[in-house]
């Protein structure tokens, strides 16, 4: 039986709102403020989500628990068959040593922590996002900083805020690619409009990251290094983005920094080497840090050794991620199953989108071509190289599933509330509400992004959601669509760092299991100002000389 989402089933757009955003509250609460755990907050969300759909919106019960199942099998694949297998390859490099030795490599760049963020959580993490996305990037860099000795509250928290400026065109540019596919865009200039808008944001995290980290007078002290970093991606971020395409611009970008960094440090260093591993202020982890270890010197053989598993990681994930050989796998092996009794029988409906039109729901099982799967068979490889034995490598694989139950479990059941939302039309309430902000939609339809994403877990997720109604609310407005198709994605990113799936994920790697309230809390408010900086930079480009030049018509 068809049904038609309702957006105000009370003729009441205040109440409405009201009752669309308790699912998401309901979990928020509980997880930063009640300090409940984090599986039991995401299954309180949902039981809210489930009751709101259902006797506010009126979504048929059994539509509603069709969707979440939907969500559910989501959560397992792709996203959390990364977590596992990315958690998988870092316990074998720990338990033969050669994590610690690439620790002492990275140390022997430099000693100062400060220079390490930058390297390791904004650099390689970018890289990462390019190349996967979808958790990756934190998972790898919030394990090697907790291994360099960060406290877990800075090497989850500073993991999330640098992942933000590369997420737009994270995954080899699936997040734009399906924006312009879904909603009609044209690619290139809408692609040519972010790399208009994240550019001073990727010159901005550097410094902002530092900041959060050590304070302003030490991020003083590091500032050219922090502006070689911010400049050497900003630069490439733009230049591919305008004159390229989607697809590689975090990659070349992220390697153009990440060596120019290391360059910059061979011909300078602070005066002052910061050595502190916490959280400058109130750092509730702060007794977990370790102190700087003494730095060793390795000889070539074991430095090789330690670097060769992320050697092997690096060129996997990329291979993964390039569409021919997505296609190829998907070709080999990718059943898909059309979900009954929720495919195709729930339509949009105006204002949403400009004529009725009913949403798929079909799981594909592309356990192949899934990025996780490309993570485990490099790490099967490098525990080979590492010299375990078959017996060896399935015992640690089941270890890591154990020690990963619950992360896994959070995942499932926050895909599972994100995808309800979306079936059932209360994202979409969300949504229209911003749009009925009249001159201050281009602040508030950038802020619809950043809400997508921070309920999706997904930029991509967030441009599927709401970048018809971003086209059509610029429309009716005389704003440019890609202005706001944009603005969608650019204000999505800087939702990824309070998203409960990056945040389940930051604390898996640092095992820093049941604290993913102190996390959210922390990283909370620098969400909220960086998302309204992205608002005020869009809403100049609609209305302000000489900004509006930049805008793509």
């Known amino acids: 039986m068809m049904w038609q989402q309702i957006y105000d089933p009370f003729g009441n757009m205040f109440i409405s709102t009201l009752l669309a955003a308790i699912p998401v509250v309901v979990m928020l609460v509980c997880l930063g403020f009640l ?9 309180l969300g949902l039981i809210a989500a489930i009751l709101v759909a259902v006797f506010a919106y009126g979504m048929p019960a059994d539509m509603a628990g069709r969707a979440a199942l939907y969500g559910g099998f989501t959560g397992l694949l792709p996203i959390g068959w990364i977590v596992l297998n990315i958690i998988f390859l870092q316990q074998l490099a720990e338990q033969n040593g050669s994590f610690k030795i690439l620790q002492d490599s990275l140390s022997g760049i430099t000693a100062d922590r400060r220079l390490q963020l930058l390297l390791i959580a904004f650099c390689f993490g970018a890289f990462f996002e390019g190349a996967a996305g979808f958790g990756t990037p934190v998972a790898v860099t919030a394990g090697i900083l907790i291994g360099l000795g960060f406290s877990p509250l800075a090497a989850s928290g500073l993991s999330l805020i640098a992942n933000t400026a590369p997420v737009a065109f994270g995954a080899l540019g699936t997040p734009v690619i399906t924006l312009a596919k879904v909603h009609g865009y044209d690619l290139m200039e809408v692609t040519a409009m972010i790399g208009r808008q994240l550019p001073l944001f990727s010159l901005m995290v550097p410094f902002w990251l530092i900041w959060a980290f050590a304070g302003r007078k030490a991020m003083m002290e590091i500032w050219p290094a922090i502006l070689v970093t911010g400049l050497s991606f900003a630069i ?3 230049l591919v983005s305008n004159f390229i395409g ?4 975090d990659i070349i970008a992220a390697i153009v920094s990440m060596v120019s960094l290391v360059l910059f440090l061979r011909v300078w260093q602070p005066k002052k080497i910061w050595t502190s591993p916490s959280l400058k202020g109130h750092d509730v982890s702060a007794h977990e840090a370790k102190p700087p270890a003494p730095i060793v010197i390795h000889d070539r053989a074991a430095l090789i050794r330690a670097w060769t598993p992320w050697v092997i990681l690096s060129v996997f994930v990329f291979v993964w991620g390039l569409p021919p050989v997505k296609a190829w796998l998907n070709s080999i092996f990718a059943p898909s199953f059309p979900m009954a009794g929720l495919h195709n029988l729930i339509e949009k409906v105006p204002p949403v989108v400009p004529t ?19 993570i485990l068979i490099s790490a099967i490889i490098s525990a080979l190289i590492m010299k375990y034995n078959p017996i060896e490598i399935a015992k640690t694989f089941f270890r890591t599933l154990w020690l990963v139950r619950y992360s896994l479990l959070t995942i499932v059941l926050m895909l599972a509330l994100g995808t309800l939302t979306r079936y059932s039309g209360t994202d979409t309430t969300l949504g229209l509400a911003f749009a009925n902000s009249g001159v201050f939609y281009p602040f508030f339809g950038t802020l619809m992004g950043w809400i997508g994403v921070a309920m999706t877990g997904s930029d991509t997720a967030s441009n599927v959601l709401f970048g018809g109604m971003q086209r059509v609310a610029a ?7 890609n202005l706001m198709g944009a603005a969608n994605s650019s204000g999505g990113v800087m939702g990824k760092m309070i998203d409960a799936q990056s945040i389940v994920v930051a604390s898996t790697a640092t095992k820093w299991f049941n604290h993913e309230g102190d996390i959210l809390r ?3 408010i620098h969400s909220v100002v960086l998302a309204c900086l992205v608002g005020l930079f869009v809403s100049l480009q609609a209305y302000v000389w000489p900004f509006t030049l930049m805008v793509v018509h």
Request: proline content about 9%.
């Open 35 to 43: 300090h409940i755990k984090a599986h039991i907050a995401a299954g």
């Open 236 to 238: 490439p971020q733009y």
């Open 246 to 249: 989607p697809e590689l611009v």
């Open 356 to 374: 009725p039109h009913k949403e798929s729901a079909v799981y594909v099982l592309n356990l192949l071509s899934a990025t996780g799967t490309g």
């Open 475 to 481: 429309e009716q407005l005389g704003l440019s669509p």
């Open 522 to 524: 922390y990283v909370f």
